[in-house]
């Protein structure tokens, strides 16, 4: 294609990105005005259940009836009191929630006796979650800290059916019949188990005056695939735990979706990152920078056979370029600072690399080193790359899960390193 048509394409992509970004329908929460200020201390990205016959779907489909569905997350900040944010966004019929308690984790499903508090909202231990919307709870005396483990239980009497989830958790969730949210031992729930989180998009804490909130936006890498479940091991955690170390404590919230892409969305990998990026990232509470690292799946997926995900355009260069220029855009308006990632190696992953693709990801690469139109760069390519001679578009060994595009531990180690170390004070 020629120049010219390339700028004019390009423009009009840009137009409708932008378009897309600032159309794109902000958090729906009910009974949220309450004492603060809030800071998001644990976060995850909603999506639409999974079909039945999907592996990562877990229990999304069939929903809950008469069972209690217990969830462990590691809060990222300390408070006094804490919220807890529940999304039914992409529900297809209202669900009623009989019976909600947090309270500290005491390892599995048990949870601490006397930390045990009942959640209400708007006073009621029961509420309806309308379909598209989400509510906090109202707040709740239960002093945490950073780094320590809650145990969210909800209980549903009447049937569900299919219900927002998100579906890489890589943490343990349990599921019992009856009404166990006052339990305390974790026996009811033995064998029972998901790797998925259910209708849970958050939890806030309140603090007082804090450095705000750190959203770590992306793909599989970011969400965690690779590392250890159940370790708290993705790059975000350990980000997290770098940040207090060094005498930053923000709040940081994991937005990753595995297999989610910039331009597209898909039933099984969520909405793509336009349209997801001023619920996911800016509907936060007290959010002032975004780490952006997306783009991947665009690249390797597109043109790719559907194997019942659907199957995205090939995309260009300059297609993800205007993609993170209209992220870029919204994340100014909203006074947020916006960290530019760049697109880690791929190339030993045989179902996306091909040289042209390898090429679309270097020129991505470049633009974002060089453009100067993210308010900071981290350099994740080459953090991640094989620094052996004629080896950089690959995967280093020692930080590769296996498969030649995510890292393993070590790697989410070296990630969160590096993307402390670009972080603004």
Request: net charge positive.
């Amino acid at each position: 294609m020629r120049a010219r048509t390339w700028r004019t394409a390009a423009t009009a992509l840009g137009a409708a990105l932008a378009l897309a970004v600032s159309a794109a329908p902000p958090a729906v929460a009910e009974n949220d005005r309450r004492p603060g200020p809030w800071t998001s201390a644990w976060g995850t990205a909603p999506q639409h259940p999974a079909a039945p016959d999907l592996p990562w779907g877990g229990w999304s489909s069939e929903g809950f009836t008469d069972q209690s569905v217990r969830q462990v997350m590691r809060i990222s900040a300390t408070g006094s009191h804490l919220r807890v944010r529940l999304s039914h966004r992409y529900g297809a019929q209202p669900i009623r929630l009989a019976r909600a308690t947090v309270a500290r984790s005491a390892g599995g499903a048990a949870v601490r006796p006397g930390t045990l508090r009942d959640l209400r909202f708007s006073g009621r231990a029961a509420t309806v979650l309308p379909t598209g919307a989400e509510r906090f709870s109202d707040p709740v005396a239960l002093p945490v800290r950073a780094g320590e483990k809650l145990t969210v239980t909800l209980y549903f009497a009447a049937p569900t059916g299919p219900v927002t989830h998100h579906g890489d958790g890589l943490a343990t969730s349990y599921r019992a019949r009856g009404d166990q949210t006052r339990g305390t031992a974790g026996d009811p729930f033995t064998g029972d188990t998901s790797t998925s989180f259910y209708l849970l998009a958050g939890v806030d804490v309140t603090r007082g005056r804090g450095p705000g909130t750190v959203v770590a936006f992306g793909d599989s890498i970011t969400d965690g695939y690779g590392s250890t479940p159940d370790t708290d091991r993705r790059y975000p955690d350990r980000l997290a735990e770098r940040l207090h170390a060094w005498g930053r404590p923000h709040g940081v919230v994991n937005a990753g979706i595995s297999g989610n892409r910039l331009l597209t969305g898909s039933p099984c990998f969520g909405a793509d990152g336009l349209t997801r990026f001023r619920h996911d990232v800016l509907g936060r509470a007290d959010v002032r920078t975004v780490v952006v690292l997306l783009g991947i799946n665009d690249i390797g997926a597109g043109g790719a056979p559907d194997f019942g995900c659907g199957s995205p355009p090939a995309v260009t260069a300059e297609q993800l370029i205007e993609g993170h220029r209209a992220l870029i855009r919204a994340a100014e308006r909203s006074g947020v600072t916006a960290v530019g990632a760049t697109l880690t190696p791929f190339k030993n992953f045989p179902f996306y690399y091909t040289p042209d693709k390898e090429r679309v990801r270097d020129e991505v690469n470049h633009w974002i080193r060089t453009s100067g139109a993210y308010d900071t760069v981290v350099d994740l390519d080459r953090v991640l790359s094989d620094r052996r001679p004629g080896r950089g578009d690959e995967l280093a060994a020692g930080y590769d899960a296996g498969d030649g595009i995510h890292p393993n531990d070590a790697g989410m180690d070296a990630l969160a390193e590096a993307v402390a170390a670009r972080l603004p004070r």
